[in-house]
């Protein structure tokens, strides 16, 4: 017995110490980071940031692989299924803490995940085609009156669809026809291309889109405005007090990933954040940076997952 219980001793001690030198070594190849949208969107943008400074810190290539489709999810399910070594993160918004409610079956549970790090966090906008005659919310939704407005989003069951559906249906009692994409990049082109009327979506990637003439910004999702848009109005101004909807980035990798390396991606993605460079660029496009550790941004996450949760419930809405 004694002999069996030292040898379990030697064992715990040594696999202990190998996850160490793991860690230490660790990343010893290139590092693959699933997008769980298109390029050009909001999630993309932030993981193309920090990704470099992270590459240029570890000494291995940060390869960004998006993998857009059903609100987020086809990439959560990738990385669920994904070794434990680290070498594989997802990148996904608020859609992750929604899609556990909205959908039966998403395909993956938070048991699947670690939480590694939230970067961001920024209010969503509603905009049109520079040439809709519209120049406010206000006009928009009484010149929808009594027809249909299409508004294109990132996908279905995103943070930007459930407020597109909650204002144009249920405030303004419009007669809106969700169109979904995969990602914001090709909800933005939709947008410029006038292939739908409205778009709901995240702030960052549409605000170089509204200072360049190309799309016009109607009404932001924060309760105050937003330096980087500050002739944006916001919802509530529009007549619509108290309306509120923020996205956010967060970086996850698969469970029982090493609390090593979990700490270590944590305490780079936060370096990252700390770069005057990257601060700027994300202040910039109305993205407000945000560094926890990995213990506080769990727990951010699970209060999310309860709110998404109590509003499903209350507008009744669901993937079909």
């Known amino acids: 017995m004694k002999f069996t219980l030292a040898r379990s001793t030697l064992v715990l001690a040594l696999s202990a110490l190998s996850l160490l030198a793991h860690a230490q070594s660790y990343p010893t190849k290139p590092v693959r980071v699933v997008v769980a949208f298109a390029a050009g969107g909001l999630a993309d943008g932030v993981a193309r940031q920090i990704g470099q400074k992270m590459s240029d810190r570890m000494g291995q290539p940060v390869v960004i692989d998006n993998r857009g489709g059903a609100g987020g999810n086809i990439g959560a399910r990738i990385v669920a299924a994904a070794p434990s070594d680290g070498y594989t993160m997802l990148v996904n918004t608020a859609a992750m803490s929604i899609n556990v409610s909205f959908y039966k079956n998403p395909g993956f549970g938070f048991r699947d995940f670690v939480p590694v790090a939230l970067t961001a966090s920024t209010p969503g906008i509603f905009a049109v085609h520079a040439s809709n005659r519209a120049g406010s919310l206000q006009e928009l939704i009484r010149s929808a009156k009594g027809r249909n407005v299409t508004y294109a989003t990132a996908g279905i069951g995103t943070s930007s669809h459930l407020a597109g559906h909650y204002l144009l249906h249920a405030l303004a009692g419009l007669d809106a026809t969700h169109v979904p994409y995969q990602g914001?990049?090709?909800?933005?082109?939709?947008?410029?291309?006038?292939?739908?009327?409205?778009?709901?979506?995240?702030?960052?990637?549409?605000?170089?889109?509204?200072?360049?003439?190309?799309?016009?910004?109607?009404?932001?999702?924060?309760?105050?405005?937003v330096p980087a848009l500050p002739d944006v109005p916001t919802v509530s101004e529009a007549g619509f007090p108290g309306f509120e909807?923020?996205?956010?980035?967060?970086?996850f990798v698969p469970a029982g990933t090493p609390a090593a390396i979990v700490d270590k991606l944590n305490a780079e993605i936060n370096r990252a954040l700390a770069q005057p460079d990257v601060v700027a660029r994300l202040q910039s496009l109305g993205l407000e940076p945000r560094t926890l550790s990995p213990?506080?941004?769990?727990?951010?996450?699970?209060?999310?997952?309860?709110?998404?949760?109590?509003?499903?419930?209350?507008?009744?809405?669901?993937?079909?």
């Open 245 to 251: 909807e923020r996205s956010w980035v967060g970086y």
């Open 184 to 225: 914001g990049g090709p909800a933005i082109a939709a947008a410029l291309s006038n292939q739908v009327e409205v778009l709901s979506l995240s702030m960052p990637p549409v605000v170089p889109h509204i200072k360049a003439g190309r799309l016009k910004g109607l009404a932001l999702s924060s309760l105050t405005r």
């Open 295 to 320: 213990n506080e941004f769990a727990a951010y996450v699970r209060a999310e997952v309860a709110k998404w949760a109590k509003i499903i419930k209350t507008i009744g809405i669901t993937p079909n």
